[in-house]
């Protein structure tokens, strides 16, 4: 902290440091990585270019991924914006796309990064609190507002609304930007993209980070109405935003002709989760039903501090959110079941002491 330092930078908080701890040998359940790694063709395609292509600079445009992932998703180029993880596109949606007079909409518990966004780029902000089942309320998000954002499934919760509920909300709000941020569509949601060509103001973000397994790689991108999208180049190329780098453009790109990895590693993730489901249940917690690569959970009897705690003295790492309303809740990522192994004798053990 120095005299040099606004108000604001002062009441920054780094983003969690001990959820990515540099140990080996934990069972890391705690930050929704794919634990299935990324598709072997990724990797031959990541070997071949670290090279000599790596002397040159990549490609400003990204075309090739742009490409695949157009032609994935049944869309034109024009309508896709590709950024480093789709943290950096939401950045750019936050700074350029949300009317920054009004306050933006989004649920109160929802991804945390929307309202350091907000503090970033100075705009105004309402939460608006789940429902007593952790559900969004379509009709409350209508009115005033400078646009709307939430994940869908929602984070932490994991929670997922139905596709008619989103075309209800883009019906009676047609004058500002609705993002809906499907970071674990992959994993039992059902995407908004077939609504772009329908809604002009909505735009939809997904990532690489989780279904595909390259959080390493840093590629998330936006799909929407291509006026939009434009906004969103400008944005990034007025100030010299970095383009995706070369290994990231081809192994994003080549991740989306495996198509048979991909449902392959996201079934092996789905089975996991209602396992474990099932055997958090039978241990007495309340599980939240979850359509993504995670479950939110509560335990009737103990205490959730205690318990991620207790998980951490053996080896692994769980997320506990010190956070009203759900302060008795844990978030696990679903693991190989090796790993749901280890949590459950973990879990065993503390559970058998008073
Ligand atoms: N949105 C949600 C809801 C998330 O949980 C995450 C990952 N923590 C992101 C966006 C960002 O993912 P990435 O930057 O890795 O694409």
Not at 87 to 104: R, Y
Not at 245 to 274: H, K, M, P, W
Request: charged letters at 20%.
């Amino acid at each position: 902290m120095s005299r040099f330092w606004s108000p604001f930078v002062k009441g920054l908080v780094p983003y969690v440091p001990g959820e990515q701890p540099k140990l080996s040998k934990l069972t890391k359940l705690n930050t929704n990585e794919n634990p299935y790694g990324p598709s072997p063709k990724v990797l031959e395609v990541i070997k071949a270019e670290a090279n000599d292509a790596l002397r040159l600079y990549p490609d400003p445009n990204s075309d090739v991924l742009k490409s695949a992932i157009a032609d994935y998703h049944g869309v034109s180029v024009s309508q896709v914006f590709v950024g480093n993880g789709s943290d950096e596109v939401l950045a750019h949606i936050f700074h350029g796309l949300f009317q920054h007079g009004k306050p933006l909409l989004f649920p109160d518990i929802t991804y945390s990064f929307y309202p350091v966004y907000c503090g970033l780029y100075q705009i105004p902000f309402e939460a608006i609190p789940l429902d007593e089942a952790f559900q969004i309320r379509i009709e409350e998000y209508r009115g005033l507002n400078g646009g709307i954002i939430f994940p869908n499934p929602n984070a932490p919760t994991g929670c997922f609304l139905a596709l008619s509920e989103i075309e209800r909300l883009l019906v009676v709000n047609n004058e500002t930007v609705v993002v809906i941020d499907e970071a674990y569509v992959d994993f039992g949601g059902e995407s908004a993209i077939s609504l772009v060509n329908r809604f002009p103001n909505l735009l939809v973000t997904q990532t690489l980070s989780k279904s595909r397994s390259l959080a390493g790689l840093r590629v998330g991108f936006a799909i929407g109405h291509p006026d939009l999208i434009e906004a969103l180049e400008r944005i990034k190329n007025s100030f010299n935003s970095y383009p995706l780098d070369r290994l990231a453009q081809l192994g994003a790109a080549a991740s989306f002709a495996d198509q048979a990895y991909f449902e392959q590693t996201c079934a092996a993730v789905i089975n996991e989760r209602e396992a474990m489901a099932a055997r958090l249940s039978a241990l007495d917690f309340q599980v939240l039903p979850s359509a993504a690569n995670f479950l939110f959970c509560r335990h009737r009897v103990r205490d959730a501090a205690e318990l991620a705690a207790g998980l951490r003295e053996d080896g692994v790492i769980v997320r506990h959110f010190k956070m009203p309303r759900i302060e008795q809740y844990l978030r696990i990522t679903v693991g190989k079941p090796e790993e749901s192994e280890i949590l459950f004798s973990s879990l065993e053990r503390i559970l058998a002491e008073t």
